[in-house]
């Protein structure tokens, strides 16, 4: 308040860019609020809007960030930025499936789908088959859950994408939990999380396939291996702010 149109500017520059480092220093809650309150005097551009919708949903408010989503996608259609918009329609359907409300969360992945009409090469197509597989294992149908994530595994060795590899192998080997044979399961999910225990995926990816390695651990009475992936996941945390 009180300052010129050229002072206003050269704040908000000065405020994006600690924003932003928050963001790259992985400082969540920082990066979330920097944004928000820019963007409540100066709308922000595609890029940062979607830096704001990460670090919304990794801080819980999943509200929040389904909101600036809305928007990042309907930026990056608008743009043609097809596979941007993809990736960004697969995190709406994750945050609608995440409070349980499938309807929405396939109405998004329906309508990213429409987009990939006469496209034979999308590398983001990997994640439209990623709920798809989700369904299959909500239904029951293991054998079909396995197929459809490890078509989803092979788009996303072949375009050098570790989160959707890494989301696919781990939906494998919850697949064949589903069919009772654990030990195969079990090694795929071994190999899920050596991925995302390295650092080799996204923060969002490590957080959600954590919270299911851990449940389907749970769910077979293996707490050895729920403690070691435990302690591994704390050491990579304790390695960041």
């Known amino acids: 308040e009180g300052l010129g149109p ?9 405020e994006l860019d600690r924003a932003r480092q928050a963001h790259l220093d992985r400082r969540w809650g920082d990066a979330a609020d ?46 043609r ?3 941007k918009a993809l990736r960004n329609a697969f995190w709406l359907y994750r945050a609608f499936a995440f409070n349980a409300e499938f309807a929405q969360a396939g109405a998004w992945i329906a309508r990213a789908t429409r987009l990939t009409a006469g496209r034979t090469d999308c590398s983001e197509q990997g994640y439209l088959l990623l709920p798809a597989a989700e369904r299959e294992l909500r239904d029951g149908d293991y054998q079909g859950a396995f197929t459809t994530a490890e078509k989803a595994a092979a788009l996303g060795v072949r375009c050098g994408d570790r989160d959707v590899v890494t989301v696919a192998v781990h939906l494998q080997g919850r697949a064949r939990v589903g069919e009772g044979r654990i ?27 954590y919270c299911k ?8 009475y293996d707490v050895h291996r729920a403690r070691e992936w435990t302690v591994a996941l704390n050491a990579w945390c304790d390695s960041r702010p």
Not at 6 to 14: C, G, K, M, N, S
């Open 6 to 14: 050229e002072h206003r500017l050269e704040h908000v520059e000065a």
């Open 34 to 79: 920097a944004f928000a309150e820019i963007d409540a005097i100066s709308p922000l551009d595609v890029d940062d809007l979607d830096r704001l919708a990460e670090a919304l949903d990794l801080v819980g408010r999943g509200d929040d960030a389904i909101s600036v989503l809305r928007r990042v996608y309907t930026a990056r259609v608008a743009a």
């Open 81 to 83: 930025q097809i596979e």
């Open 183 to 209: 030990s195969e399961g079990l090694v795929l999910l071994d190999e899920a999380m050596l991925a995302i225990s390295a650092g080799e995926t996204s923060s969002r990816v490590t957080a959600w396939i």
């Open 213 to 220: 390695t851990i449940q389907t651990c749970h769910q077979v």
